[in-house]
Each structure stands twice: as structure tokens, then as C-alpha cells.
């Protein structure tokens, strides 16, 4: 059985491409000669990390079937207490009445608990946190000197990473556009995340992190390192994230202009005159 996910056609069981690629990616990563340049370099460091964190959740995310899309943008299970809000909305006394949050269309009103948008924001507050973590200089070191601790850094990104992509995928929910803002929101503040952590290693005039050790004369100094390894961080969630901000945006101005205030519903196309 197949079903529709925004533009998207997938299938309810079965995975699509996407997916064996990006666990093939994944592995490709973690494997020689990425491996070994990885705990030589900073910037071997950093392509493994940015396909890793980047470029395999995406794919991963894309390549699941209906059914494990919906399972995991369904968790964790916040519906009770949502239900419990609308209870206490509905009491036909004081300013917290159903008709001040009474939903609109197709989004909850203002001032309910939507599940949904709490998912959204926990899942990128899960991949933020992650991130920074591991590019914190003491594990960045110790993936430097432990190769069996790449693993344990690619399961985390990859674990974190998915449920972020499942909520940025357009799930063709709602005809008006309703989290698109959201989505937009989502993709810049993990862009700027890595962005951010990435400037702080460009500004540094020193080596950042001790276990990368440069030979004078010989090879890459330390600076070309760390500078590269900056532009790789930068180009690559660029690459991934940019896009995700751009459709978003120009789908929400086309759905303003078609199903904004005062706009029907239903889109009126041009009727040519008649004769």
C-alpha cells in the first residue's frame, strides 16, 4: 500500500532508496579512509561529522516508510496532555474559555497546547544539544585517540538528527500552510548552531583541540586546518538546510496569498473571457 506524504508518494511498510543510502553513507563514513583521516585531521574530523549529522539523517528520514514517519513524529505522546488543556479551556467561566481559544481552521487557537509544534521543538532542541556536544574540544579530542567512540557519536547524531528531518519534511497537512513558519524557524536555528560553533573554531588563533598534531613544514599547518574544517561546517548544513528554508518560505507566501484573511478557501484560477 502506498500512500501521500506532502509531494511525496511513499509507501506504507516498504523503505525507498533514500534510506539504504543513507545508512550506506553512514557506514562509508566510519569506514577507511575517512576513518583514519578523521583522528588526523580536523578537517577529516569535520567531513565525517557534517555526513554523519548532515547529510544520512535527511536520507534516512526520506527513505522510511509511511508507517515509521508516523511513529516517530507521533512521540513522544503529548495528546494527554493537550487533552487535559482543552478540559480546562472549556470551563464556561473565567477568561479561559473554549470561545477565547477556541482553534482556527486548521491550527490550534491561540494560547492551547499543540502537540505538535512541543515535537517539533523538542526534537530540535535533542539535535542542537547533540551537536554542540560533540564538537565540544575535549570529545573532539577523544574521537582523535578512540576510533570506537565515532560510533557512539554516529548513533547519537543519527538518532537525533531523524525525528528533526521527520518534522521538517512537508507533510502536506494543511492546505493553508500552518507550520511552515515553524519549519523555517527549525532549519535557520540548527543551521546557525553549527554555524555558530564553527566561527568560534575559525576566530581561534590557537589549536583548538590538542590530540591533531601538525609537523611544521609538513602537510597542512594547523591554522589551514582548522580554517577548512570551518568552511566544510559551514558549506554542508548550508547545503542541506538553505533549501528546506526557501520552499518553505515561498509555499507559505503562496498559501498567505491564496488562503490568507479575507481569501477563499478554494483557489479562484483566471476564467477566460468569453468568445
Not at 513524529?73 to 479561559?96: I, Q, Y
Not at 523538542?122 to 565515532?150: E, H, Q, T, Y
Request: glycine share 10%; charged share 15%.
Amino acid at each position: 500500500m502506498r500512500s501521500r506524504l506532502g509531494s511525496l508518494v511513499v509507501s506504507d511498510t516498504a523503505t525507498a532508496p533514500g534510506f539504504w543510502v543513507g545508512i550506506a553513507l553512514c557506514a562509508i563514513a566510519l569506514s577507511p579512509p575517512l576513518a583514519p583521516l578523521a583522528r588526523r585531521l580536523v578537517l577529516g574530523n569535520a567531513i565525517q561529522f557534517a555526513l554523519i549529522g548532515y547529510v544520512v539523517p535527511p536520507l534516512v528520514a526520506l527513505g522510511m516508510s509511511a508507517r515509521m514517519r508516523l511513529a516517530i513524529s507521533t512521540w513522544p505522546p503529548l495528546e494527554a496532555l493537550a487533552g487535559n488543556r482543552e478540559k480546562a479551556a472549556a470551563s464556561p467561566v473565567g477568561p479561559g474559555s473554549r470561545d477565547r481559544l477556541a482553534p482556527g481552521r486548521d491550527r490550534p487557537g491561540r494560547g492551547t497546547f499543540d502537540p505538535d509544534a512541543a515535537r517539533s521543538w523538542l526534537s530540535l532542541i535533542l539535535f542542537a544539544a547533540v551537536v554542540g556536544l560533540w564538537r565540544l574540544p575535549p570529545l573532539v579530542d577523544a574521537l582523535a585517540r578512540s576510533w570506537p567512540l565515532a560510533l557512539v557519536e554516529a548513533a547519537m547524531l543519527v538518532i537525533a538528527g531523524v525525528p528533526l528531518w521527520v518534522q521538517l519534511l512537508d507533510s502536506g497537512a494543511s492546505t493553508s500552510g500552518a507550520g511552515r513558519p515553524r519549519r523555517m524557524a527549525m532549519a535557520a536555528v540548527s543551521m546557525w548552531t553549527i554555524w555558530v560553533l564553527s566561527y568560534m573554531l575559525g576566530l581561534s588563533s590557537h589549536p583548538m583541540f590538542s590530540a591533531y598534531h601538525h609537523s611544521l613544514g609538513r602537510g597542512l599547518g594547523v591554522q589551514a586546518d582548522q580554517q577548512i574544517a570551518v568552511g566544510i561546517l559551514w558549506a554542508v548544513p548550508g547545503a542541506v538546510f538553505v533549501p528546506v528554508v526557501f520552499y518553505n518560505l515561498v509555499r507559505w507566501l503562496w498559501s498567505q496569498e491564496n488562503f490568507g484573511p479575507g481569501r477563499s478557501s478554494r483557489i479562484s484560477w483566471p476564467v477566460p473571457p468569453p468568445g
